[in-house]
């Protein structure tokens, strides 16, 4: 089976914190990474313990044909294609998750605020041609359908980037 394309290191390791230890079904752990070879394509490969259980985790992703790197301050998660490795409703959880207050302070950084609008950008990039919203068979994840089914309104084309907008306009005036 090809690896799929991690289009960044971020869009990767975002991946990475998601995806639960087959095991025992914890998320997050600390891996090693390499640049390696399999079947003549170049791939990035993850590895490492689950922090909870011990077992052995691996991943491998096939590197783009550009690496892109991040511009100044706003995050960069990959090209205008969308996404392999998450899908449109794991994208607005993440962009949820950032945006919101951090209970100690009542805060929201505008580093997080800026990570937030990146992940509503590839929301966006779900959406066909000439759709104006996420088409319910692009979201494919457990986790994905959940967010999906709560408010399927928030998958419009305006709507995420009026609020990606909002969340950028927010960063700046913050600093």
Known sequence: MTPPIARTSAEAHLYLDLTPCDTCGQRGFSTYSAVVEVDGVLCSRYAGPCGHCGAAREYLFRLPAQVMLPLGRDPVFGGPEPSMLLDPGQWLAVADAAASEDPATGRVEPADLRYAAAALDEVVKFIPA??????????????????????????????????????????????
Do not use: I, K, N
């Open 130 to 175: 000439g759709a104006t919203q996420v088409p319910p068979q692009a979201v494919v994840s457990a986790d994905g359908m959940e967010v999906y089914a709560q408010e399927p309104g928030r998958f419009a084309r305006d709507r995420l980037a009026a609020v990606a907008q909002v969340y950028r306009d927010l960063a700046e005036r913050a600093g």
